[in-house]
């Protein structure tokens, strides 16, 4: 992860909505990214399971 864009987003953040938690909008992104993450596992994981069965 480079600074730079983290920087920026904490920026744009603190200047857009002074009155919320800039913490608790960190939290926020990430708890979605890791959610992103997650679904992408999951479908990892079924692609992996339909070639499977294909073979058999």
Known sequence: MSAG???RVRASVA???EADDPDSVRVRVRVRVR???RVRVRVRVRVRVRVRVRVR
């Open 15 to 17: 200047a857009n909505s």
């Open 5 to 7: 864009p983290a920087k």
């Open 35 to 37: 959610v992103r993450v």
